[in-house]
């Protein structure tokens, strides 16, 4: 049986949590590319240009998917976690991809493991949070 009930504090703090780490995302993903740009050699960073068009795609639905759930659980809809389980299919396709394909260990192990293992960790946290929102009857 749903129950609507208020959420605590800490829902509140979860959900902003997750707008602004979304938006902190958004920033980055912009950086990065200025980063590479910076630190990588010409052959290397071609070939992170050279990225099919398909990623780019996937990055975008994986990023705003995510952007979506986070405003979603925000205003206590129960979409949010369907959007949080688009952007963490995406989320896990792409870092593979980027961890198995391109080859800047050398470059920058931030970039290289910590960033996907941290997004991806965020992500799997913000779609279960969601799910269990919607068992305790927060989500509407």
Known sequence: MEQDSK???SFWLVSS???LWNIIEIY????????LQEHLTTEEFD?????PSWYIVVFLIALFAE?????MLFMRKKIASNFFALSLITLLFIELYWLL???IKKTSVVFYAIIPMVVIAIATFLYF???RATT?????
């Open 101 to 103: 394909v391109f080859d």
């Open 7 to 9: 959420p605590p504090t």
């Open 17 to 19: 949590f997750a707008i």
């Open 129 to 131: 949070y969601s799910k």
């Open 28 to 35: 980055f993903s912009s950086y990065e590319l200025n980063f």
């Open 136 to 140: 305790k009857g927060w989500l509407q």
């Open 47 to 51: 070939k992170m240009q050279s990225l």
């Open 67 to 71: 952007m979506l759930g986070s405003f």
